[in-house]
């Protein structure tokens, strides 16, 4: 569009008219500066033509506005117009005219046939573009105006319309629209209205200036003829324009404001539709948010339902731990840590106070979750550049250590957020921070604060007295800083690190007005000594091989896989030990071991003491100690070595035939004896002596108690080995080693120290045998109910009262014994000492009852003997089972048992062996002269027909029951004693030739 339109500002609302110059019409006056048309395009003007036109600032900015929105997309090219049109029409109804002043028929009143749809630039276009003649193309007829009701046709439009601008009619540019046009004239009613006209740009035509309207392939000019044209008066033209000029004007006022409504609506729309669709994502995303959110919380409350309704339950069992019969402490299973549950009033307040300062200061008065500490915290922490103030609050890390675990994700935190609230609506304050005292881990294998106080600072539990209530300011200040990070904050492993959380917390409780800076630099005095950390005595053993075997016991007891799941178990576990005498009887085996290990080659002893009236375990000794691996300390020979008895195995066999009816004057020979041995090797065994020597004539008693092998295997025979093992198994010998033989008599079988001291126990109790046990009651820690207690066994009765009184009555007889161990052996429990007794001295003698025993090659010592109290089983030799030099029972095991069996009866009234009754005490004399008195049962007491009597005389003492005494010597199961056993017997008729048939064994 040309950019030089001449336009001028008009007010259309004062009233004022527009002047065309050159015309008839009076001049009206004009505003300022008017628009002149390009000179090159108006060098012959025309006079009816105006030039210029003045528009009001509102109109022009509407005209700008089009032109510049119609040229922005204008596509310049030549194409018929529907002017052209008109000028062809026109043209052809000159021809045909013949005259030619005869008026042209209007266009509408015929119909133009068009074969297609022709552009016109009133088809929706801007009211810019007009047709334009030259000036000298004009008609000197004057035209009737129409009335102002009536519609111009478009040619006299087009004739009006050239007032309205400076330039000359020889250019055609872009008409108005139609829907423009309608207001100015009829529209030709012969279009049809299904063919509409396309809008396209259209370029400026220029027409020959002079030349009248003809159709675009005319070859010649043609004079236009002249047409007769209504007049009108100026006024009406000036008034008609500025009419049209201000609907046109407002039109495209409306239509530009419609067009920046309807550009400001689709923006509001966009923009609606944009919120909209966030709306609806943020409803949609918020609604399965809130779907997903619910659902994540219903399935968290439904998982965790049960464990948070049972928290305490959840909490982590103590670990094992065992005290002997007086509650002294023997050991704590720490192979899985250490943990102690306790209370909340058991704790120190000073510890509580600085928990809370450090961990959440505002736990008293929070819901359980703190927002504004999380990022208090964060934002100190990272001030400080360490940790110095967990975010989490103290119910959180409790549902964390107890329910959810500590897994660094997501889902676990959200689930301890979603379950904080809860817990903090069930619990109380106190009950939470009890069982997040009992809880949280403080490094050094320490579960809970209890522990915690026992692995840094030795504090040990007390009756009534627990170890977190006796806790000081800088001990609890110091264990306070450590939950937060253990492997950093550990003052044993990091001692500059751990001081500086200390000194932390310190400041934290300053702060928050728990204590003073007096008390804080006090606090730090202290933990700045170098005794301020210790360990506790309690984490030692004191006990190994007597708590191993209580562990076996508990895994049977419960009927557990291993001893792993009692870590953890929750057990205290009370014993039958008595660690203080076990401490004493330890050192005097430590002492006796160390006088004969250098000349005897002796390095290890083993000992148990056994209550056999209710089979409770006094002591247990595995080794003389546990830790020296020289002498394989650690192995338990008591409970888990298998040892030949040596002639302590005996008695059972003794006792055997005194079920049979024989008693213990039942004469017996001392003499080579060879017995078949079937499946056996060698075929025959022929026994000897430890002394390589035969004594000849002699009673049961004697030969028991001076330990001779021959005579007892001639009582094995008569009795039958069968007979001998089912009784030595009903008294207690439930597992051994080897084949039951003849040589079992002499200790041919291997047996547990254990089992043959209560076994030799059921003797002393009358005949009946009461099992041996270790744990006498196991309380559960969390719940303080007693899971299990020892029921009083009354035991089983194996042989009778009488006959375990006859044995007890032989193996405390110190007369007999006295020609192989003389009388003042150590098997006697007198008070004094040794040389005393040689003196003549002897003390109180409290009655025992003991028999000695020594294997071939000396391998083993053993001695097992009994009061009316205890009975007490010592075993003396080397683990690796190498021989010692020259040392018999009596002097390797029995010093031992006679040592340690004072100090286990001290304090015990002294009684003597009760006589249940139902045996009969009578004197007997052998056809061979021997005569002896001693307890029979009732109907066995033996008579005999006397031969000729031949008096002989004999060196024998003052015979005892079944005994004389002897002149001491040296000896004790000596292999070369002196041969002084015929002088022990009172012979009254001199041994028949043949013995045989005359009572003798």
């Not at 057990?571 to 002492?591: E, F, G, S």
């Amino acid at each position: 569009m040309p950019a030089d339109l001449p336009i001028s500002g008009n007010n259309d609302n004062t009233g004022e008219t527009v002047g065309i110059p050159g015309s008839g019409s009076d001049p009206v006056a004009m505003h300022t500066t008017p628009v002149v048309a390009d000179e090159e395009n108006n060098a012959t003007s025309d006079p009816d033509t105006p030039t210029g036109i003045i528009l009001s600032p509102r109109q022009q900015r509407a005209l700008n506005y089009l032109a510049r929105r119609h040229m922005r997309n204008a596509n310049i090219a030549k194409r018929q117009t529907y002017a052209d049109l008109l000028e062809t029409r026109y043209n052809e109804q000159r021809e045909s005219s013949s005259d030619p002043l005869t008026p042209i028929p209007h266009a509408r009143d015929e119909e133009i046939e068009l074969d297609q749809p022709l552009f016109s630039p009133w088809n929706g276009g801007p009211t810019r573009d007009i047709l334009k003649h030259n000036n000298n193309n004009k008609h000197d007829d004057p035209v009737t105006l129409q009335e102002e009701d009536e519609q111009p046709s478009i040619e006299v439009l087009a004739e009006d319309t050239q007032g309205f601008f400076e330039t000359p009619l020889s250019e055609i540019i872009i008409l108005p629209t139609l829907d423009e046009l309608a207001l100015l004239t009829d529209f030709p009613e012969s279009i049809h209205p299904t063919q509409p006209l396309i809008e396209k740009p259209t370029s400026i035509v220029k027409a020959p200036v002079s030349r009248p309207l003809a159709p675009r392939n005319a070859g010649t000019a043609q004079p236009v003829p002249a047409r007769t044209i209504r007049s009108r008066s100026a006024a009406q033209k000036v008034w008609r324009r500025k009419k049209i000029l201000r609907h046109l004007s407002r039109k495209h006022l409306r239509a530009a404001r419609a067009s920046e409504y309807r550009a400001s609506r689709r923006l509001w729309s966009g923009i609606g539709t944009i919120f909209l669709a966030l709306l609806l994502t943020f409803l949609s995303v918020g609604t399965a948010g809130s779907i997903g959110v619910y659902r994540f919380y219903s399935q968290t409350q439904n998982k965790y339902e049960h464990q948070v309704i049972t928290l305490r339950d959840l909490l982590p069992q103590d670990n094992l731990k065992m005290y002997d019969s007086k509650g002294v402490p023997l050991m704590q299973m720490t192979d899985q840590g250490v943990h102690t549950s306790v209370s909340f009033d058991e704790v120190a307040p000073v510890l509580i106070r600085a928990t809370v300062a450090t961990e959440d200061k505002n736990f008293w008065t929070n819901e359980g979750i703190d927002i504004l500490r999380i990022f208090r915290a964060a934002i100190d922490n990272l001030d400080s550049g360490q940790v110095v103030e967990g975010g989490s609050t103290i119910t959180q890390q409790l549902i964390k250590n107890l329910v959810v675990g500590n897994q660094a994700t997501l889902s676990r935190k959200l689930e301890e957020v979603v379950l904080t609230p809860q817990v903090n609506s069930l619990y109380t304050k106190r009950d939470i921070l009890e069982m997040y005292l009992n809880s949280i881990y403080y490094g050094q294998q320490a579960y809970g604060i209890d522990a915690a106080a026992t692995m840094y600072f030795g504090i040990e539990d007390q009756p009534g007295k627990r170890a977190a209530s006796q806790l000081d300011l800088a001990q609890a200040a110091m264990l306070a800083g450590i939950p937060s990070n253990p492997s950093a904050f550990d003052p044993l492993l990091h001692p500059k690190a751990g001081f500086q959380r200390f000194q932390t917390v310190l400041g934290l409780m300053v702060t928050q007005h728990y204590i003073t800076r007096v008390e804080a630099l006090d606090a730090m005095k202290e933990a700045q000594s170098p005794h301020f950390f210790k360990k506790a005595p309690s984490l030692l053993d004191r006990a190994p091989h007597f708590t191993s075997f209580v562990l076996d016991q508990l895994v049977h007891i419960f009927g557990l896989k291993n001893r792993s799941q009692l870590s953890r178990s929750g057990m205290i576990v009370n014993t039958t030990l008595d660690i203080n005498l076990q401490d004493k009887i330890q050192k005097i085996a430590q002492r006796h071991i160390a006088e004969l290990r250098a000349a005897h080659n002796l390095t290890n002893a083993a000992e148990v003491l056994i209550d056999y009236h209710s089979g409770a375990i006094i002591s247990l000794l595995g080794s003389i100690d546990y830790n020296n691996a020289a002498i394989n300390g650690q192995f338990d020979v008591a409970t888990q070595g298998y040892r030949q008895p040596g002639s302590s195995f005996k008695p059972y066999v003794y006792v055997t035939a005194f079920k049979q009816g024989a008693s213990p004057a039942q004469a017996i020979v001392d003499a080579p004896t060879t017995i078949a041995n079937p499946g056996g090797s060698p075929a025959f065994y022929s026994p000897t002596n430890y002394d390589l020597s035969f004594h000849g004539h002699m009673t049961m008693r004697c030969a028991l108690q001076n330990s001779l092998n021959v005579p007892a295997v001639r009582v094995l025979k008569h009795v039958g080995i069968s007979a001998a093992m089912q009784t030595a198994k009903d008294m207690g010998i439930t597992s051994y080693e080897g084949t039951p033989g003849y040589s079992l008599v002499l200790g041919g079988l291997g047996i547990r120290l254990i089992d043959h001291t209560s076994a030799m126990g059921t003797f002393a109790n009358g005949g009946v045998h009461v099992g041996y046990y270790a744990v006498s009651k196991v309380v559960s820690a969390a719940s303080h109910k007693v899971i299990y207690q020892h029921q009083i066994d009354q035991g089983k009765r194996v042989i009778s009262p009488q006959l375990a009184y006859m044995m007890t009555n032989v193996l405390s007889d110190n007369t007999a014994r006295i020609p192989e161990f003389f009388d003042c052996n150590v098997l006697q429990l007198y008070s004094k000492s040794q040389d005393n007794c040689y003196n003549g001295d002897r003390g109180i003698v409290r009655p025992a009852a003991a028999k000695t025993g020594t294997t071939q090659n000396f391998r083993d010592n053993w001695t097992v003997g009994y009061t009316t109290d205890y009975v007490m089983g010592v075993w003396a030799g080397n683990d690796d089972n190498s021989p010692m030099y020259n040392v018999t029972g009596v002097q390797g095991a029995a010093p031992i048992w006679h040592d340690s069996m004072l100090v286990a009866e001290q304090g015990h009234p002294i009684r003597d062996f009760i006589n249940p009754g139902g045996l009969e005490q009578a004197t007997v004399t052998y056809p061979d002269g021997v005569k002896t008195t001693d307890w029979f049962i009732p109907g066995t007491v033996p008579t005999f027909t006397r031969p000729t009597p031949v008096p002989t005389p004999t060196d024998a003492a003052t015979p005892g029951p079944g005994t004389s005494t002897p002149t001491p010597h040296p000896g004790g199961d000596n292999p070369n004693p002196p041969e002084a056993h015929p002088s022990v017997f009172s012979f009254v008729d001199n041994p028949p030739a043949n013995q045989s048939g005359n009572g003798w064994w």
